[in-house]
């Protein structure tokens, strides 16, 4: 019997360190905002903002006047708003704009080059207000991560609309 308990308190410990290891290397790689990346920092000048030309075909040319603005470096080669994926059909629906690009040229990277970034192997993540300033900044986060990201930013939208698009994701990404 002593050797029963002796197991059990054996593996709950096990157990336990398991937990807690996991969760020591989910939360490096999880993606949560930081106030500067390198050459990124909030406050500084997105990317895109409403009236940029972009150089896709019309009406795809320009960008549009939105509640928010969300630029993906180094996840999709190059996409816009729903195109990007179920996290960018989030984002739209709360009415901001997203486009996404790989290296394929001249991409606005934020002096992230010059700064000696291999892009092709980051994936960052801006979201910038209706104003086109930065509030946040992603290292590590994909297109994918967009409804958990604009938890923490839904000031840019009305509680409503917030909901209303929560509540039309599916429950796998709640």
Request: hydrophobic share 45%; aromatic share 12%; net charge neutral.
């Amino acid at each position: 019997m002593a050797r029963f308990k002796i197991n059990v308190f054996i593996g709950v410990g096990i157990g336990l360190a398991i937990i807690l290891v996991a969760g020591v290397v989910f939360m490096q790689k999880y993606p949560f905002g930081v106030k500067k990346y390198k050459t990124i920092f909030v406050g500084m000048d997105a990317a895109e903002k409403a009236g940029d030309s972009i150089g896709w075909a019309p009406p795809d040319d320009t960008v549009m006047e939105s509640k928010f603005y969300v630029y993906s470096l180094g996840d999709e080669t190059m996409c816009i708003n729903s195109s990007c994926g179920a996290g960018a059909y989030f984002a739209e629906c709360l009415g901001g704009w997203i486009s996404g690009y790989k290296d394929i040229g001249d991409v606005a990277d934020y002096g992230l080059r010059e700064a000696g970034v291999d892009i092709n192997k980051q994936k960052i993540i801006t979201i910038a207000d209706k104003d086109a300033k930065i509030v946040g900044i992603y290292p590590g986060a994909g297109i994918r991560n967009l409804p958990y990201i604009m938890n923490n930013h839904r000031n840019l939208v009305s509680k409503e609309t917030f909901d209303i698009c929560w509540n039309m994701m599916p429950r796998l990404w709640k």
